[in-house]
């Protein structure tokens, strides 16, 4: 049985029933920097797409990070040309480019507002993971963010599932492999094979990606 609770929803069961008028379209929307692109990334909106019974799952790439701790990305042509290598077999995964296009620094809101106001008919789920749930209070307009779009946040072992926003909470097994993982790992010369697609593997090794320190 699905359980819901006052702030948050809990998902018990793989499936929610789809509700669709047929012009409605229910999106998950994954945003980052994807520096680089790798399979915890996959395996997150899969299970999204899934439990929830999503339509489809945009990758939003974002060009500038709004965070004042900078990760250091890479070219934005870059980091989109590996998205696009990483879902490319998957037919409910999209690549969106419209916070690459409009440049400068990338705030959910903006992105949000603009899909709204371009498809007011679909509904919209904002995936973030359980780490970034209690950073919801400092996010740009976040109170006007939240009536536009469901969250839904991605469970992660050692947080809790408790948020003063309504989230869905979509359970998953953990898995620790990250972009800094994988970064560093290059850099040091080690194996990052199957933890990203073999496409961005081989767009990392022709580029010569993440050889240096300043590709933190």
């Known amino acids: 049985m699905t359980k819901i609770a006052v702030k948050n929803q809990s ?5 929610l029933q789809r509700i669709n008028n047929g012009k409605q379209k229910r999106i998950g929307i994954m945003g980052g920097t994807f520096n680089p692109p790798h399979i ?12 929830l019974s999503l339509d489809k799952i ?8 709004p965070h004042v701790d900078s990760k250091g990305a890479i070219a934005a ?6 998205v696009r290598r990483a879902i490319i077999d998957h037919r409910n995964f999209e690549l969106g480019l419209m916070e690459v296009n409009r440049g400068g620094v990338s705030y959910t809101y903006d992105t949000i507002r603009a899909l709204t106001i371009s498809h007011p ?16 209070p400092k996010w ?15 469970c992660r072992k050692g947080y809790e599932k408790k948020s003063v926003y309504p989230v869905i909470w979509v359970n998953m097994p953990a898995t620790d492999v990250s972009s800094t993982w994988i970064r560093n790992t290059i850099r040091h010369h080690g194996s990052v094979r199957y933890f990203v697609p073999d496409l961005v593997l081989q767009y990392i090794e022709e580029k010569g990606l ?6 933190k």
Not at 11 to 15: C, D, F, L, V
Not at 42 to 50: G, I, K, P, S
Not at 58 to 65: E, G, M, N
Not at 140 to 154: D, F
């Open 11 to 15: 998902i018990t069961e793989p499936k």
């Open 77 to 82: 042509n870059d980091r989109v040309e590996m």
């Open 40 to 51: 915890g990334h996959l395996m997150v909106a899969d299970q999204v797409l899934n439990q």
């Open 140 to 154: 740009h307009k976040i109170e006007q963010l939240v009536q536009m779009v469901q969250l839904v946040g991605v």
């Open 58 to 65: 945009l990758f939003l790439p974002d060009s500038k990070p």
């Open 210 to 215: 993440y050889q240096d320190e300043a590709d």
């Open 121 to 136: 008919e679909n509904r919209y789920y904002l995936i973030i993971g359980a780490d970034m749930v209690n950073y919801l």
